[in-house]
């Protein structure tokens, strides 16, 4: 079938003009095999009614989408690579393919990763190794089960080639994979403007990203409306960083390439779920300073954002920038605070008495080294849960006289209506969903030496359970 009456287009990206993305030609590979279909978010967006036929066009082939972009656009940008600024990046191995709007009216992107060669390849192929594919599946799935703003992984293609890496065993399999996200306009979109002195195309990004994301700001105008946008980005983004805390989540490569205005985390590369609460825990191999470390990750994205700030500074003053970034770790504290009380289903009191609650549960956790998810496994609830916590794996660790201060915490905390989920399938299991690097690879390995996907579809089904269970899922600013 084609697209349904729920699918609306609103390619909005090219009117920009052509000064911020350049016109691509998709790579037509030799092999589709279908890995991975996101029918969930299909049906937000209007397109679950297509076809397997019209799915592998659009989604393996470019066909363009009825009524939205003609040509494909590889998105111009610079960026800070580990603090240092690198003007020779931009779309590489990717391009924006559709725009269009969920059925809460969001405008979101469909953008590819692995779909061949840009002008900003370098020296690169432009391909996805199907490792890389399945990575950022399980990634995307996961933190969205976890409550973090995520980008979805739309549909994932096998497609034929035998690709060269250097830090995978080669020849290894190809892909192409298909984002949806909310907006890709990074900090280093302003960035790139800012290094070329277009003053001009920095306030025509800023009206398109208050037209299109964050309408509140329309009736601002100069300044005002580039501080707003400020206040706004740094909001998010402690938003952001705080579910990253809360999930146990270490993204890796926090460049200023990789953030985005509206906060949503994206691009899945080497992440990495922190097995204990380890400050220290990193997810690159090539962090050989631990810059984007676990307990790093709010300094990064602070850093980040001042960045965007400076690339500003054409069209605002810096002291309006300095008062909205100012707003970050206000945002930060308050999410952190939020994110973990609502992962562990406890009802929130007094800021200040919630954030001591939350910094002496970190302390805990960092100090016991317990294992992560399965503490949130067995504490959901608080006091609540105290009879299936001491069957725990790690039972004996909640007898240590460190955790008394955590549990004490639980007691005005606990909610008295939570019998239904306590009894449910997912609780009752021993041991908690999680995504460890081991894990990550085995199911890897089933698919790289057997052609068995079943380790991954169950995993899927696993953190759908979880997500539906738990009830985490975020799908709006």
């Not at 037509?28 to 996101?38: D, K």
């Not at 972009?69 to 779309?91: E, K, S, V, W």
């Not at 192929?125 to 739309?154: H, I, N, P």
């Amino acid at each position: 079938m084609p697209v349904s009456d729920r699918y609306v287009p609103a390619p909005l990206f090219a009117q920009l003009g052509p000064e911020f993305a350049d016109p691509v030609e998709p790579t037509r590979f030799p092999r589709h095999i279908l890995r991975r279909r996101n029918q969930n978010w299909a049906r937000h967006v209007g397109l679950d009614t297509l076809s397997e036929a019209e799915w592998e066009a659009h989604f393996a082939r470019f066909e363009p989408l009825p009524g939205n972009m003609i040509a494909p656009l590889a998105m111009r940008y610079h960026g800070h690579q580990f603090r240092t600024y690198n003007p020779a990046i931009g779309d590489g191995r990717g391009f924006l393919f559709a725009q269009l709007r969920d059925d809460s009216g969001r405008l979101l992107d469909l953008a590819t990763k692995g779909s061949g060669q840009t002008p900003y390849s370098r020296f690169g192929d432009g391909r996805l190794t199907l490792k890389g594919g399945v990575r950022e599946v399980l990634a995307a799935e996961m933190l969205e089960a976890l409550g973090v703003y995520t980008s979805k992984a739309f549909s994932l293609f096998e497609t034929g080639e035998a690709l060269v890496r250097g830090d995978e065993p080669s020849p290894t399999r190809s892909s192409v994979l298909v984002r949806l996200s909310h907006s890709h306009i990074r900090f280093g979109t302003f960035q790139r403007l800012a290094f070329f002195e277009r003053p001009d195309l920095i306030q025509r990004l800023i009206d398109h990203c208050a037209e299109a994301y964050f309408p509140e700001f329309l009736m601002l105008e100069g300044e005002a409306r580039a501080a707003g946008l400020m206040e706004r980005a740094a909001r998010n983004a402690g938003r952001l960083v705080a579910s990253w805390m809360a999930a146990g989540f270490v993204h890796g490569v926090l460049n200023t390439d990789n953030l985005t205005l509206t906060g949503e985390s994206f691009d899945y590369g080497p992440w990495r779920f922190s097995p204990t609460c380890d400050p220290a825990f990193t997810a690159a191999y090539f962090d050989e300073t631990g810059l984007y470390a676990y307990g790093r990750q709010p300094e990064a994205v602070s850093w980040a954002l001042a960045q965007l700030g400076s690339a500003l500074t054409p069209v605002c003053s810096v002291t309006l920038l300095e008062d909205a970034l100012a707003q970050f770790m206000p945002a930060y504290q308050e999410s952190l605070r939020r994110a973990m009380l609502t992962r562990l289903k406890l009802k929130p009191g007094d800021p200040e008495d919630d954030l001591r609650f939350v910094q002496n549960l970190f302390n805990w956790l960092t100090e016991s080294q317990a294992g992560f998810d399965q503490f949130f496994h067995d504490w959901i609830g608080g006091e609540a849960s105290a009879s299936r916590a001491a069957q725990s794996p790690q039972g004996a660790l909640y007898n240590d006289k460190g955790f008394v201060t955590v549990r004490d915490g639980f007691d005005k905390r606990t909610r008295g209506d939570l019998g239904a989920l306590l009894t449910q399938p997912l609780l009752q299991r021993p041991t908690p969903v999680s995504m460890g690097i081991d894990e990550v690879e085995r199911i890897w390995a089933a698919i790289a030496e057997r052609d068995d996907w079943s380790p991954f579809e169950a995993k899927l089904a696993d953190i759908r359970e979880m997500r539906d269970t738990l009830g985490l899922a975020v799908t709006n600013l």
